[in-house]
């Protein structure tokens, strides 16, 4: 009963870090950013303050 507890655990503990891993959908860029915020904004103050968030988030650009 301990074994199969453990398998489980270890199984739990690196399949749970992969998938949020795989699930990241988040920019990686300054451009993709910028894309995404583009497409997502619904409106011009909306954009901006997204715009803001990726110079932040990238600051070397």
């Not at 739990?12 to 990241?24: K, S």
């Not at 910028?34 to 968030?53: I, P, T, V, Y």
């Amino acid at each position: 009963m301990t074994a199969r507890f453990l398998s489980r655990a270890l199984l739990l503990a690196v399949a749970l870090p992969m998938t949020l891993i795989a699930c990241d959908n988040s920019p990686k860029t300054y451009d993709a950013c910028m894309l995404k915020a583009s497409r997502e904004a619904k409106n011009d103050r909306q954009f901006r303050s997204m715009a803001e968030a990726c110079r932040d988030r990238f600051p070397n650009r």
